[in-house]
């Protein structure tokens, strides 16, 4: 079965590719039957309801999560943990408001930070001098110096984007980034998101609850819900009648005048479906 | 018993001279060397300790080292022999509790609570019931023989390596676990590494502050280090400067009052830590 899978990617050259995949905990999946492909640089959002499985999928592609059944590749091969080709930041984490070190040192980790050993001042200075440059790259230089305490949500996202950046990786698979921001900023940092990805050819894999703020950067969809995985083309996904058969109940999607999407019923669905 | 003789020499301001007269003393050089070491490893292990806080986890580790040093005095051996035992497998146990053990207090305070009973009952049963027990739980550091000290050199500088070699992994799981997590550092492994690394500094540092006042050493130098540092590196040198510094002061004053050496190591460390807490109140200081 393996080895069928690897010659499979190396034709199709898909970075990530799922077939028949399962995925779940203990004995119960969270949903089955998955069938998706990423390709190399593409933007794809990752969304459907809380609790769909949304991590869970993070957490089968940063290898600390083996699927149920199926089959997942990543880069040709079963993902494992500690890739460095994978920049991961998790869902809005909780900041120490007692310490006071740098969000400079945080980006830091991301460089050698999983090797064993210390690094010497030298070397250290080294480190400081690649992670500054890349909070450049973010366009947060004047935030290399600031505690992470006293950083706002955006300001935030962008210090653990330095962090994934700083690995060079492929892929990056970002869990929910846009939570607790206003309108404005999550537009900035899906453009910034975008800009980066589009000019280093990381494909990335984002996990948001709202499709309209991604509309103007997403290649592809990838929808979960009710134990379902749909993906696709937004509009081909987030349909009325796309969506009503994933949830298996009857969901409305309308259309504005500026092309923004609604997606009325999941509520209903989901207690529906209880 | 020794601070009746200590309070007896004279201070005069020359204090070249009042370290001389301290100096010639060998259970004095004894107390600053082990005083020296201990301080050092507190300093460094307690960076970690407090910003993996686990702070809790670590004062029960003395505790259960109390019952291993008790146990000990009982069957008549080096005490530090006990107290290594007792608190590795504390450790290895905390550690088996899994991810953020920090808030597995009630299951660790309990077990606390149980070995220190364990304690009181193997002093009990030891004849020099008073003297040991006091001993135990509030540092001896006036009484170190040369031995102590060249164990606990040993054991301070093979503390030093370790966290020398783990140094990036245990940052990395201290400041950022999913991360960590994500790019293949074991939590489990680490945690391991760790809470051995606590058990072993905690063994040595009774010696000096007792299991009771670990947390002067263990925690409160790192403490106050955590709020002024902004590398991790200078963290660990805030808090390593602060433990020392407090021990020497300690022992040093002591020498000259007739109170125990505990008592100033301990209220040299909180004086400092009230006046970081007091200046932060000021808008400007960690701008």
């Not at chain 1, 949304?54 to 089959?71: E, F, I, M, V, W």
């Not at chain 1, 921001?181 to 999550?186: A, G, M």
């Not at chain 2, 597995?104 to 040991?132: C, H, P, S």
Request: hydrophobic residues 50%; aromatic residues 8%; glycine residues 8%.
């Amino acid at each position: 079965m393996p080895e069928r899978s690897v010659t499979k990617t190396q034709l199709t050259g898909h970075l990530i590719q799922a077939e028949q995949l399962a995925a779940g905990y203990g004995n119960r999946n969270v949903w089955e039957k998955a069938n998706f492909y990423v390709e190399r640089g593409e933007f794809i959002g990752l969304l459907g309801p809380n609790g769909a499985g949304k991590s869970t999928l993070l957490r089968l592609l940063l290898g600390l999560l083996p699927a149920r059944s199926g089959n997942l590749t990543l880069f040709g091969k079963t993902p494992r943990r500690g890739n460095s080709r994978v920049g991961y930041v998790p869902q809005r984490r909780e900041v120490d408001n007692d310490s006071n070190i740098h969000a400079l040192e945080y980006v830091r980790l991301g460089l050698l930070g999983n090797r064993w050993g210390f690094s010497l001042p030298s070397q250290a200075e080294h480190e400081r001098q690649a992670a500054l440059n890349i909070l450049k790259t973010v366009n947060s230089i004047d935030l290399a110096y600031r505690p992470l305490r006293q950083l706002s949500g955006g300001e935030l996202q962008r210090v653990f984007l330095a962090q994934a950046l700083a690995g060079q990786p492929e892929l990056l698979l970002l869990d929910e980034p846009l939570a607790n921001l206003d309108i404005r900023r999550e537009t900035q940092l899906i453009h910034l998101i975008h800009t980066i990805a589009k000019a280093q050819k990381i494909a990335v894999l984002l996990i948001a609850h709202d499709i309209n703020p991604l509309l103007p950067v997403v290649d592809r969809i990838i929808y979960i819900a009710n134990g379902q995985v749909a993906s696709g083309k937004p509009e081909d996904v987030i349909t009325s009648r796309q969506l009503t058969a994933l949830y298996g109940a009857s969901i409305e999607v309308l259309h504005d005048s500026r092309g923004r999407l609604a997606v009325l019923g999941v509520e209903e669905a989901l207690h529906h479906a209880e | 018993m020794l601070s009746s003789t200590t309070a007896s020499s004279n201070f005069h301001w020359n204090l070249w001279l009042d370290f001389q007269n301290m100096w010639q003393y060998a259970f004095m050089q004894h107390a600053f060397e082990t005083g020296t070491v201990v301080a050092v490893i507190a300093g460094i292990v307690g960076y970690f300790v407090v910003i993996r806080r686990l702070s809790f986890a670590a004062h029960a580790l003395s505790h259960i080292g109390f019952a291993g040093a008790a146990g000990a005095v009982l069957i008549n051996i080096n005490p530090i022999f006990g107290l290594l035992v007792f608190t590795s497998g504390g450790g290895l146990a905390i550690a088996g509790l899994g991810r953020r053990a920090s808030s597995r207090d009630i299951q660790i305070g309990t077990v606390l609570a149980f070995m220190l009973g364990l304690g009181v009952l193997f002093i009990n049963l030891y004849k020099g019931y008073a003297t040991e027990a006091y001993s135990l739980l509030f540092g001896e550091i006036l009484g170190i023989s040369s031995s102590d000290v060249i164990i606990t050199l040993i054991v301070g500088l093979l503390i030093i390596v370790v966290v020398a070699m783990l140094y990036r992994r245990l940052l990395f799981t201290s400041l950022d676990e999913d991360v960590a997590e994500a790019k293949g550092i074991s939590m489990l492994t680490m945690s391991i590494c760790f809470m051995l690394l606590i058990a072993v500094a905690t063994s040595i540092a009774v010696q000096v502050v007792g299991v009771l006042l670990i947390f002067a050493l263990l925690v409160t130098p790192a403490a106050v280090a955590q709020r002024l540092a902004r590398r991790p590196s200078t963290g660990i040198l805030i808090s390593v400067v602060i433990a020392v510094a407090a021990t020497w002061f300690g022992l040093f004053i002591s020498y000259y009052l007739p109170y125990p050496v505990s008592f100033f190591i301990t209220s040299s460390v909180f004086i400092i830590y009230l006046i970081v807490r007091v200046l932060e109140l000021r808008p400007s200081f960690l701008a």
